[in-house]
C-alpha cells in the first residue's frame, strides 16, 4: 500500500538565531524536513544532540531538525531562509550562490534591508523579500527563548505582484503564526526601520524596553521621524504592523495622536515575556558587535543622497558601538541626552551649537534692560558659524525652477530643516502645484507677545532660483573669509537662513514676537504664476509682511515696479517678394512701426519701461513676411502709469490696414507703491537698525517680488529686509557673513517690535 501524504518542502535555515531558530522549528514541528546552519560549533552540536528546542514559559519542546556548521555541509540548497546578522549577509550569500539550484531561493528572514545584497550574487529571480518581527533570543546552546507573538511578512522584491512561490512559502510558514503575502514588504520594512529605531535606543539603557521607550517620548518620536522622512522621500507607503502604527511618528502627525500611538505600543510591549532587545542582549549578555549598527547605515545613506538629517540616529549609533567595548557604560542619561538633542535644531547630521552645554556661551541675560536687537547680534553672533553651515548645506541642494524634482528634494530638505531649527509649527500646508514647485505655509504661535493685534506677521521667501541644475558642479558654496559665493546666496538663500535664525534667537532668548506665518514658494523667479493666488490669500489676515529678498546696496525696498509681460503678434498676407511685390502686406513692416509706437510709450521720469526684448518674423527673405511676434517687458512706478500703459495696448492699431495686430499678456506682477503704512514700516526699520549701530537706507527698484502681490492686496509690506550683497542672477552673486548676523538681529528686532507697538 502506497504512502499518498503529499511530501512536505524541505527548507534549509542559514543562521539558527532568534529568528532562523524560530522559524526552523516551527517548520520541522509541522513536519517539514529543516536543516539548520549555523558558525556556532556549540549550538549546532546541542541542536544534534537535543533537537532543536523553544522555551515557552516554563515549558520546553524540542524537534529533530539537521544542524551543520557550513563547513561541514553537503549537499545543494532549494528553498534557503537567510537568517544570519545582517554584517553577515555578504558572506553568508557567497557561501550559498554556488550551492543554490536554479530553481531554489533565498528569503532575507533578517532585521534591515538585504535584499539588494542577496540578488547581487543570486539574482534578483531568486531573491524574496520578508519582514520579520519575531521576539526571541538564544537563551543557551540549541534553546530559542519564544518571546511572545509578532509579525512575519513575504513578498516579491521591488514591489511586484504575489507570486505561487511566495503563496507557498507563507502557506508553510502559518505552522509559525499569522504569516501573510504582500507586495509591500518595502513598506513593512521602512515601518519596522521606525520602530527598531527605538528598540535600538533602549539599548543605551539596562532597563526594560517599554518603560524607556515610555519616559523618553521625545527622543523616540524625533529618532523615528527622521527615518520616516527618509521613506517618505523614497514614496514608500509605510505598513502599520502589531501594536505599531507609524503614521503618527510621522513628521507634522497630529501631538495627541503621537501620545495615543506611544500609549498603545507600550502597553503592548509591557506584555512580552521579552522586556529587552536583542540589540540589549548582544551587549550586555554576549558580549558581542550588535548588527544593528549594519541596518541603519543603509538608511543614513539614502538619507545623505536626499539632504534629510540623521543626527539622532547617528547618535544612537555611535553610542551603541562605544558599549560594544564598554557595556558597564549603559546608562538612561544617554536617553536623556538624545532627548535633549531631540528638542535642539540639527541640520544633515550635524549637531547646532544652541543647545547642549559643551562649548555654549552663556545665553544673554534679557532682564539687564539692553535693546532687544543688541541681544539677538550678540546671541547670533556666537551662532555665526551656524547659519554658515546651514547655507552651505541649503546652497548645496539646486533647485532651479524649471526642475521639479530638484524643488521636490530642496522643499523636503527645508521642511525637516525649519523642524529642527523651530520645532512643530501649529499648522502645516503644503500646496501641490503640477507645473511648479509646491508652497509651503507654515504658522507659528506668538512667544510673549503684548500688543492686543493678535495677527500674524508674514515672512516671504521662495526656494527657487534662476540657476540650471548642474551649476553646483561648476560652481559650489564657497567662503573666503567673510565672503560667501554661490549659486543663489543672495537671492535668496541666505535671507531664508536669516529670517528662521531671527526666529530661532528671539525663541532661545525668550524675547517676544508676534505670531508668524511662514510662506515659502517654488516659482518666484518665473513670475509666481502657480503661486500668486496663495501668497494673497496666506497674507489677508497679516498685519505686515516681512520680504526676505535680498537688499539693494544694502537698503530695504519700499517701493517696486509693477511688471507687465506682453506679445504684439502681427499677422499679414504672404507672397513672392520678387515676383509680386505687392500683392502681399508685411508683418514684418507693420511691427517696425508698432515697435516706433511702443517705444514713444516709455516715460523714464515717470519711471516707466517698455523694452521690447525679443522679435521674430517671416518664413524666408523672398516671401513677404505673414507674421511677425516681438515680446515685450513695461515697468511702472505708480497705478496710474499702469492704467496709461493698458489703454495705450488696447487700442493699438495696424498702419497698414491689410494686416492685423493682436497684443496678449498681462500684468505679471501690480505695483508695489511706498504708502504711508509702508513708511512706517520702514521707520521702525530704520530704528531698530540704529540701535544696532547702522543707518538704513531705502529704495525703490524696478525688480519686482511677491511683496508686490501684497502690496496691491492692502498688506503693509517691508521687502528687501534679506541678505546684504550683490550679483544677483550673475556670477557674481555674494553675500557675507557679517551681514547676515546684521540682517537676522535688524529682523528680530523688527518682530519683537511688532510683538508690542500696535
Avoid at 519616559?215 to 502589531?242: G, S, Y
Avoid at 493682436?662 to 504708502?675: H, I, K, L, Y
Avoid at 509690506?717 to 542672477?729: E, K, M, P, R, S
Wanted: glycine residues 10%.
Amino acid at each position: 500500500m502506497s504512502d499518498t501524504t503529499p511530501q512536505r518542502a524541505a527548507y534549509t535555515v542559514v543562521g539558527a538565531g532568534a529568528i532562523g531558530g524560530t522559524l526552523a522549528f516551527a517548520l520541522a514541528y509541522a513536519g517539514h524536513a529543516v536543516t539548520v546552519v549555523d558558525t556556532d560549533r556549540e549550538h549546532v552540536y546541542a541542536i544534534r544532540a537535543h533537537g532543536l528546542v523553544l522555551a515557552r514559559g516554563d515549558g520546553r519542546t524540542s524537534v529533530p531538525v539537521d544542524a551543520v556548521t557550513p563547513d561541514t555541509f553537503d549537499g545543494r540548497l532549494g528553498r534557503v531562509l537567510l537568517a544570519v546578522k545582517a554584517q553577515a549577509t555578504g558572506s553568508a550569500v557567497e557561501w550559498i550562490a554556488p550551492r543554490l539550484e536554479p530553481d531554489g531561493y533565498v528569503v532575507s528572514v533578517q532585521n534591515g534591508f538585504n535584499e539588494d545584497l542577496i540578488a547581487e550574487s543570486v539574482g534578483a529571480d531568486r531573491t524574496i523579500a520578508a519582514f520579520v518581527n519575531i521576539f526571541a533570543d538564544v537563551v543557551e546552546p540549541g534553546v530559542i527563548q519564544d518571546g511572545g507573538a509578532g509579525a512575519l511578512v513575504i513578498g516579491e522584491p521591488a514591489g511586484a505582484p504575489v507570486s505561487e512561490r511566495v503563496r507557498a512559502l507563507v502557506a508553510d510558514l502559518q505552522s509559525w503564526g499569522p504569516a501573510l503575502a504582500s507586495d509591500n514588504v518595502e513598506g513593512y520594512l521602512w515601518a519596522k526601520a521606525g520602530f527598531g529605531a527605538m528598540l535600538a535606543a533602549t539599548a543605551l539603557a539596562d532597563a526594560p524596553m517599554a518603560d524607556l521607550i515610555d519616559r523618553h517620548r521625545p527622543a523616540m518620536a524625533a529618532l523615528t521621524a527622521e527615518i520616516f522622512a527618509v521613506a517618505d522621500r523614497r514614496r514608500v507607503t509605510l505598513q502599520a504592523f502589531d501594536a505599531f502604527d507609524p503614521a503618527p511618528f510621522r513628521q507634522g502627525a497630529d501631538a495627541a495622536s503621537r501620545d495615543a500611538a506611544f500609549d498603545r505600543l507600550t502597553a503592548w510591549l509591557r506584555t512580552q515575556s521579552k522586556d529587552r532587545s536583542g540589540i540589549w542582549r548582544d551587549l550586555a549578555v554576549r558580549h558581542r558587535p550588535v548588527e544593528v549598527t549594519t541596518h541603519y547605515r543603509d538608511v543614513i545613506a539614502y538619507a545623505d543622497r536626499l539632504g534629510l538629517p540623521t543626527t539622532l540616529l547617528r547618535t544612537v549609533m555611535d553610542g551603541l558601538r562605544e558599549l560594544e567595548g564598554a557595556p558597564q557604560t549603559m546608562s538612561e542619561a544617554r536617553l536623556d541626552a538624545l532627548d535633549g538633542l531631540a528638542g535642539r535644531p540639527t541640520v544633515l547630521g550635524r549637531p547646532s551649537s544652541t543647545g547642549g552645554p559643551e562649548g555654549q556661551r552663556p545665553v544673554p541675560d534679557v532682564t539687564t534692560g539692553e535693546d532687544p536687537g543688541v541681544l539677538v547680534q550678540r546671541w547670533l553672533e556666537d551662532h555665526r558659524e551656524d547659519m554658515v553651515a546651514d547655507l552651505a548645506d541649503y546652497t548645496s541642494l539646486g533647485s532651479a525652477s524649471d526642475d521639479l524634482d530638484a524643488l521636490d528634494i530642496c522643499l523636503a530638505w527645508l521642511r525637516t530643516w525649519l523642524d529642527a531649527r523651530l520645532g512643530d509649527p501649529e499648522s502645516e500646508e503644503i500646496l501641490a502645484r503640477a507645473d511648479a514647485g509646491d508652497i509651503i505655509v507654515r504658522r507659528y504661535p506668538a512667544g510673549d507677545a503684548t500688543v492686543p493685534d493678535a495677527r500674524p506677521v508674514m515672512l516671504v521667501g521662495h526656494y527657487d532660483t534662476v540657476w540650471p541644475t548642474g551649476t553646483l558642479d561648476t560652481w559650489p558654496f564657497r567662503r573666503d573669509g567673510d565672503a560667501i559665493t554661490g549659486p543663489g546666496v543672495f537671492d535668496m538663500k541666505a535671507g531664508l537662513v536669516q529670517a528662521v535664525w531671527a526666529l530661532r534667537a528671539l525663541d532661545a532668548l525668550g524675547l517676544p514676537r508676534p505670531p508668524v506665518t511662514l510662506l515659502l514658494n517654488g516659482d518666484e523667479e518665473t513670475g509666481s504664476l502657480a503661486s500668486m493666488d496663495a501668497v494673497v490669500e496666506a497674507g489677508r489676515d497679516c498685519r505686515a509682511a516681512l520680504v526676505f529678498e535680498g537688499a539693494a546696496d544694502g537698503a530695504i525696498k519700499t517701493a517696486r515696479k509693477g511688471v507687465g509681460l506682453f506679445t504684439v503678434t502681427v499677422s499679414g498676407i504672404e507672397a513672392h517678394a520678387g515676383l509680386d511685390p505687392t500683392a502681399g502686406a508685411s508683418a514684418v513692416d507693420e511691427l517696425a512701426h508698432q515697435i516706433l509706437r511702443l517705444a514713444e510709450l516709455r516715460d523714464l521720469a515717470a519711471g516707466t519701461s517698455v523694452n521690447i526684448g525679443v522679435i521674430e518674423g517671416g518664413t524666408r527673405s523672398n516671401v513677404t513676411a505673414g507674421r511677425a511676434v516681438a515680446h515685450l517687458d513695461v515697468r511702472v512706478a505708480t497705478a496710474s502709469e499702469q492704467q496709461r500703459i493698458t489703454r495705450a495696448l488696447d487700442t493699438l492699431h495696424p498702419v497698414d490696414p491689410r494686416t492685423g495686430l493682436e497684443v496678449t499678456g498681462a500684468w505679471n506682477r501690480p505695483v508695489f507703491e511706498r504708502t504711508e503704512v509702508v513708511a512706517e514700516l520702514a521707520e521702525l526699520a530704520k530704528s531698530c537698525a540704529r540701535r544696532l549701530g547702522h543707518d538704513l537706507a531705502e529704495a525703490s527698484v524696478g525688480g519686482a517680488s511677491d511683496g508686490n502681490f501684497l502690496a496691491a492686496a492692502g498688506v503693509p509690506v517691508l521687502d528687501g529686509i534679506g541678505a546684504v550683497g550683490q550679483g544677483a542672477h550673475a556670477r557674481s552673486e555674494c553675500t557675507s557673513v557679517s551681514g547676515m548676523v546684521f540682517r537676522s538681529a535688524l529682523a528680530a528686532g523688527v518682530l519683537t517690535a511688532l510683538a508690542g507697538r500696535e
